[in-house]
Structures are given as C-alpha cells and as structure tokens.
C-alpha cells in the first residue's frame, strides 16, 4: 500500500490548488479517503472524507470551499481548494481509512505542503 | 481547540511506563465511539498505532496499549525506549458537532 500526495505549493490568499493522491497496492473506491491537514508547529485536523459509496464529509472549516473526489480509473483521489485563506497553510496528508464502526486512518501519504500567502 | 484533551507532554526514563490521556465528553468518548491512536515521529507522517480502543496493526510492539473508560481514554507505553520519542493523538468522533475529531496531541520525551 502507498499513498503519493502532490500539487501543493505557494498560493495567494483567495487562489486554488488541487491535490491529488496516488494510490497503489488497493482500490482507493473499496476504501475510505481522508485528508488530513497539520498547521506549521500544530496538531492535525480531519479536512474531508469520500465513502466508498461516494457520500462525502468536510470540516466546517472548509465546507464550500473544498471538494473532494476520485478518479478511479486513475485510482486517485483529489482535494480541490477553492478560495484559499491563510490559515489553511498547512501541510496535508492523504490517507486510507478503514472501519471498526468508526473510521480509522491505517495508511498515510508523506503529505504536501500547502502555503497560502502574499 | 479540540474537545478531546491531551496533556501537552509527558516524559520517562527508559524502561518506564508512561499513559496518554484522552478526556472527552458525553458526545463522543462517552457517547460510545471508538478511540484510535496516532504515532507521529519528528518530521514524518502519523501512523496508525492502536484502532478501535485496544487493537494493536501488525507491527505495532505491545508495550503499546489501549484502554477507555467512561468519557477518557488511554494510551500505554511500557519498556519506554528512545525510539518512541515522538507525538501521539487520539482520534474519535463527536454527535455534538457531527465531526471526526483529533486530540490536542501529546509530546513524549525519553530522558
């Protein structure tokens, strides 16, 4: 199982960026896809989620903001960030979740950096 | 500011035990949902550490352990060694907010 995020990078307040996360070793369409972001020197913080059935979930941080989805002929998942603030600098990880009764994350990309700045 | 509360930080000297906690309230811990814990090293990614309260991945040693109890929960590490020097989160989720939540994150230094 590997997870490959890319497409972070400096972007001015307002901008977008779309991030794409590369799967291989499983099927990113049986399985939950998160991202996850952490802000320089702070904690993590769940972004968004995508259900194996397509049903998705945001942070009321980024809700109408951000849009997760998949390719899953590219067998990749993205996150496109629209209207970009400076408190989503951060870097973002991409990860597979799996299921107890609660989603939990057991395998994670090495994570972009995103830096939203002028 | 997550409603899952960590202590900063918490340190040992080798072979010692330290715990992790994790309060929560009414609407998460206590409400029933799973506790899941995070190791993340200096400069890399989290990895998974301990899925639904007590379940250890393959790999994971077990000086790691689980536990809850009421709206806390807990994390173990006994035969503490320099290698586990690192952060560590819990993960739930809560009715209140309709979140999948973190912890505030707990540094562990070995002395």
């Known amino acids: 199982v590997q997870l490959v995020e890319s497409g972070g990078g400096l972007v001015q307040p307002g901008g977008s960026l779309r991030l794409s996360c590369a799967a291989s070793g499983f099927t990113v369409s049986a399985n939950y896809m998160t991202w996850v972001r952490q802000a320089p020197g702070k904690g993590l913080e769940w972004v968004s989620l995508i259900y194996t059935g397509g049903t998705t979930y945001y942070a009321d941080s980024v809700k109408g903001r951000f849009t997760i989805s998949r390719d899953n002929s590219k067998n990749t998942v993205y996150l496109q960030m629209n209207g970009l603030r400076a408190e989503d600098t951060a870097v973002y990880y991409c990860a597979r979740g799996d299921t107890s009764g609660l989603v939990y994350l057991d395998y994670w990309g090495q994570g972009t950096l995103v830096t939203v700045s002028s | 500011q997550s409603v899952l509360t960590q202590p900063p930080s918490v340190s040992g000297a080798p072979g010692q035990r330290v715990t992790i906690s994790c309060t929560g309230s009414?609407?998460?811990?206590?409400?029933?949902?799973?506790v899941h814990w995070y190791q993340q090293l200096p400069g890399t990614a989290p990895k998974l550490l301990i899925y639904a309260n007590n379940n250890r991945p393959s790999g994971v040693p077990d000086r790691f352990s689980g536990s809850e109890s009421g709206t806390s929960a807990s994390l173990a590490i006994t035969g503490l060694q320099a290698e586990d020097e690192a952060d560590y989160y819990c993960q739930s989720y809560d009715s209140s907010l309709s979140a999948y939540v973190f912890g505030t994150g707990t540094k562990v230094t070995v002395l």
């Open positions: 009414s609407s998460n811990i206590g409400a029933g949902y799973d």
